[in-house]
T-cell receptor
């Protein structure tokens, strides 16, 4: 089974802190994704990566950056956390072979910024 | 730009009944695909079913089936014989090809389904 893990289920940070959310997949997938989920808005894509060190902006990249130094690990970075970044963050991975690829999701990190 | 619309924020269904969750989409790409995911209260997204725009038949997967009407741009999820464990948030999503292979997804806002005894 594909396993996508995220470093924390719950995280509480203060405004202005630098925050790292980590995601690891164990299926040698090429593509990895970061979404945020807010009530009434569904899931929105922040960034994705289709190869090591390669990244592309999604629909809402402002205030975020990412890092992919190894194939299995994709990090989301909040350079200076703000209260409007309080949300559920979901990581996903997919094989990256065909356009019908299914994305596999991690359990999510619920981040609260005070 | 692609757009996915789910107009039912919440739905109720009685156990053992069938339920239809609506999804309409908009795209200018002649080749596209639609996914449905389930998100229980635990938070993890679970893939349910996929329908490609060129697929000749509507997709089915166990108790899940897709009522795909291309002319109406709709891809409604039908759950037959509802069970209490089907209570969850359901998301419709459309794929878009990305550099290097694979796809990225645009999600709808979701429908919260509650199955009652």
């Amino acid at each position: 089974d594909v396993k996508v893990t995220q470093s924390s289920r719950y995280l509480v940070k203060r405004t202005g802190e630098k925050v790292f959310l980590e995601c690891v997949q164990d299926m040698d997938h090429e593509n990895m994704f970061w979404y945020r989920q807010d009530p009434g808005l569904g899931l929105r894509l922040i960034y994705f990566s289709y190869d090591v060190k390669m990244k592309e902006k999604g629909d809402i990249p402002e205030g975020y950056s990412v890092s992919r130094e190894k194939k299995e690990r994709f990090s989301l970075i909040l350079e200076s956390a703000s209260t409007n970044q309080t949300s559920m963050y979901l990581c996903a991975s997919s094989p990256g072979k065909v356009y019908t690829d299914t994305q596999y999701f991690g359990p999510g990190t619920r981040l609260t910024v005070l | 730009a692609q757009k996915i619309t789910q107009t039912q924020p919440g739905m109720f269904v009685q156990e053992k009944e069938a339920v239809t969750l609506d999804c309409t989409y908009d795209t200018s790409d002649p080749s596209y695909g639609l996914f449905w995911y389930k998100q229980p209260s635990s938070g993890e997204m679970i893939f349910l079913i996929y329908q490609g725009s060129y697929d000749q038949q509507n997709a089915t997967e166990g108790r899940y089936s897709l009522n795909f009407q291309k002319a109406r741009k709709s891809a409604n999820l039908v759950i037959s014989a509802s069970q209490l464990g089907d209570s969850a948030m359901y998301f419709c999503a459309m794929r878009e090809a990305i550099t290097g292979g694979g796809n990225k997804l645009t999600f709808g806002t979701g429908t919260q389904l509650k199955v009652e005894l």
